[in-house]
């Protein structure tokens, strides 16, 4: 898995975390519930996408290489077991 999915994957986990529904997390950035849905779904956006949804999380970009390394590390584990 490339690291930008699993970076989608964290903001998803993240906003999910929070118990926010795509709906709360569309007003946050203000889009439409459909524009969420489909930027998880396709899990393909801009790093300016990715910029606006940072503050509608509270998901702090300090912890990416860490989370990132452990989602890896774990899925590695998972493989050649």
Do not use: Y
């Not at 986990?13 to 926010?20: G, K, L, W």
């Not at 950035?29 to 996408?49: C, G």
Request: with cysteine; proline share 2%.
């Amino acid at each position: 898995m490339t690291q930008a999915i699993q970076l989608v994957g964290q903001l998803k986990a993240e906003f999910v975390s929070h118990a926010m529904t795509a709906a709360e997390f569309a007003k946050r950035m203000s889009v439409s519930e459909a524009s969420v849905t489909r930027m998880f779904a396709q899990r393909n956006m801009t790093l300016k996408r990715v910029d606006t949804m940072l503050p509608a999380t509270a998901f702090n970009s300090a912890n990416w290489p860490r989370s990132l390394i452990a989602n890896e590390s774990a899925e590695t584990s998972c493989s050649t077991a």
